[in-house]
């Protein structure tokens, strides 16, 4: 199981290093010892259609080499696992209010503070950042039982820079 989990794990940093959430969660009736090969069954609809062809080289490489140092090959058909990739974009805005204000009162200060009424000013900011929140979720099933044995996902704040 630990081994899996590497695997996947190891996919979602091609992504990003220290930024990428993941979480993962599988069936703990299953033996993975037993699985010598997998295929992929593809990307999801319209997945393909956000990702370049970099990307998805990068993300599909990464899960043939972690899985070839398991012992599990790579085929292009009849794999003892099936491997499905999608990819979710959101697009959010993270919203941020701050106030600040000044006054000066009228009155007595000489020993103590100054009560009374006097003019205050204050002054609103607003601001909005937007940013796209990517998601790479791997489902991993037994070909045989057409069975869901594990899940990952892993999020990340999308970065405009190609090379990140």
């Known amino acids: 199981m630990k081994t899996l989990i590497t695997i996947i794990a190891t996919g979602f940093i091609v992504l990003?290093?220290?930024?990428t959430k993941v979480t993962?969660?599988?069936?703990?009736?299953?033996?993975?010892?037993k699985y010598s090969s997998f295929q992929f069954y593809g990307w999801a609809d319209n997945t393909e259609k956000m990702l370049?062809?970099?990307?998805?080289e990068r993300i599909e490489n990464a899960?043939?080499?972690e899985f070839r140092e398991r012992g599990i090959a790579h085929v292009e058909q009849g794999g003892?696992?099936?491997v499905t990739l999608y990819l979710v974009v959101e697009e959010k805005a993270d919203k941020k209010t701050q106030t600040t204000g000044y006054g000066y009162p009228y009155g007595y200060s000489g020993w103590g503070p100054a009560y009374g009424w006097g003019p205050n000013y204050s002054t609103t900011f607003f601001s909005e950042d937007e940013y796209v929140v990517g998601t790479l979720v791997v489902d991993v099933f037994d070909n045989d039982q057409k069975l869901l044995i594990w899940e990952g996902i892993g999020k990340k704040v999308i970065e405009d820079e190609p090379e990140e």
């Open 16 to 19: 990003s290093c220290s930024s």
């Open 24 to 33: 993962s969660d599988y069936d703990k009736s299953v033996n993975f010892k």
């Open 52 to 56: 370049n062809r970099f990307d998805k």
């Open 63 to 65: 899960f043939i080499n």
């Open 80 to 82: 003892d696992l099936l």
